[in-house]
């Protein structure tokens, strides 16, 4: 099966996609990461104006087949959260990269792009 993996879009090994806007940040679980999961019944996130630090938790997201984790793709201050999903996760499954992105951060460097991997790296290193 072929997963959507946006051209546009930063990736991380831990399935979090990254769309950069300038220095603003919106992150989101990859399409492969939503069907891996299953159906997600519970998503936490962080609070706005919290700091975080690139490959660290700063979420969890429960499905019914099991709770992973969220990890930053970059540091930086969280400046906005989709409360949305807190009510209502299905846009998780339904429309990752739109309706079911997770935080925006505004991101302390843009040296730490270097280390996500871009759309064809992902494609490679989920099989689609």
Request: glycine share 6%; charged share 25%; proline share 5%.
């Amino acid at each position: 099966m072929a997963f959507q993996t946006p051209e546009d879009n930063y990736y991380t090994k831990d399935h979090e996609w990254a769309q950069v806007d300038e220095n603003i940040v919106t992150v989101g679980i990859t399409d492969y990461a939503q069907d891996a999961l299953g159906e997600v019944v519970y998503v936490e996130l962080p609070e706005e104006g919290q700091k975080v630090t690139q490959n660290e938790r700063f979420g969890v997201v429960e499905s019914v087949k099991a709770v992973s984790d969220l990890f930053a793709p970059v540091s930086g201050t969280v400046i906005e959260v989709n409360q949305s999903l807190v009510d209502n996760p299905s846009p998780l499954n339904d429309d990752c990269y739109n309706d079911g992105w997770l935080i925006r951060i505004e991101m302390d460097t843009e040296k730490e792009l270097a280390v996500l991997v871009r759309a064809p790296e992902y494609r490679k290193m989920t099989g689609g």
